[in-house]
């Protein structure tokens, strides 16, 4: 199994419910992300993993905590979400460089629905 | 501040015919450049990249891109479409971000049509 792979491809919840995204990566990358594709907006960076730490946080409001036990696993746990949430969670990971040039490999998403 | 700039939202072309598509940039540095294309229902998928040297980079599917400095401009170009081809095309810019990691700055995709 190779690339990067998120479960579930599909969520429906209730505003109340509380869930998890998944993230894995199968090609020794040491950073990791998260990104929200809403229709007719650009792609928004969420939060960075960096070597298990995070080091962005792009005012993400709380009600989505991320989480990464180890370099090739990444989480999006959901709770009390709103409606304006629906939308693609795209997990993606990259090396590390000290320039910036390496280039982001991603999953095929989650496409998730807020009832 | 960096940004990618894809002035044509959709486009449509005839199967067969010669394509491009425009990505202009802002970056106070030499710029990291990429092409990713989206298929309804997946995610992005690398067409080519762009670090240094020949400006003019090949990539899969038969795309191409070309640097231009002096225009900011990384366009990509295929010399016949094929229906497959029809998707969601974004350009993006990759930034040291920190110390480490790295960022992309992405465009706003450019949705491409097909038609026989």
């Known amino acids: 199994e190779t690339g990067v792979t998120q479960t579930p491809r599909h969520l429906v919840m209730g505003m109340t419910n509380k869930k998890s995204l998944k993230c894995e990566q199968h090609?020794?990358?040491?950073?990791m992300y998260w990104y929200k594709q809403s229709a007719k907006k650009p792609l928004e960076l969420m939060f960075v993993?960096?070597?298990?730490?995070?080091?962005e946080n792009n005012s993400v409001p709380s009600r989505f905590s991320p989480e990464c036990p180890n370099s090739s696993h990444l989480f999006l746990h959901l709770h009390t979400l709103q409606p304006e949430d629906s939308a693609l969670y795209l997990c993606?990971?990259?090396?590390?460089?000290?320039?910036?040039?390496?280039?982001?490999?991603f999953g095929d998403g989650t496409r998730l629905s807020i009832l | 501040a960096q940004s990618v700039t894809q002035p044509d939202i959709h486009i449509t072309v005839s199967e067969g015919a010669s394509l491009e598509l425009r990505c202009n940039y802002s970056?106070?540095?030499?710029?990291?450049l990429f092409w990713y294309v989206q298929s309804p229902g997946q995610g992005l998928q690398l067409l080519l990249k762009y670090f240094s040297g020949d400006t003019l980079v090949q990539g899969i599917k038969g795309f191409e891109a070309e640097f231009k400095r002096s225009q900011s401009s990384f366009n990509l170009r295929k010399p016949s479409v094929h229906w497959s081809d029809a998707a969601e095309y974004f350009c993006?810019?990759?930034?040291?971000?920190?110390?480490?990691?790295?960022?992309?700055?992405f465009g706003t995709g450019t949705s491409l049509t097909v038609i026989p």
């Open positions: 993006a810019v990759g930034a040291l971000r920190g110390s480490t990691g790295n960022q992309f700055y």
């Open positions: 993993y960096n070597f298990k730490e995070q080091t």
């Open positions: 090609l020794g990358h040491n950073a």
């Open positions: 970056y106070g540095a030499t710029p990291y």
């Open positions: 993606a990971s990259s090396q590390v460089s000290g320039t910036g040039n390496q280039p982001q490999h």
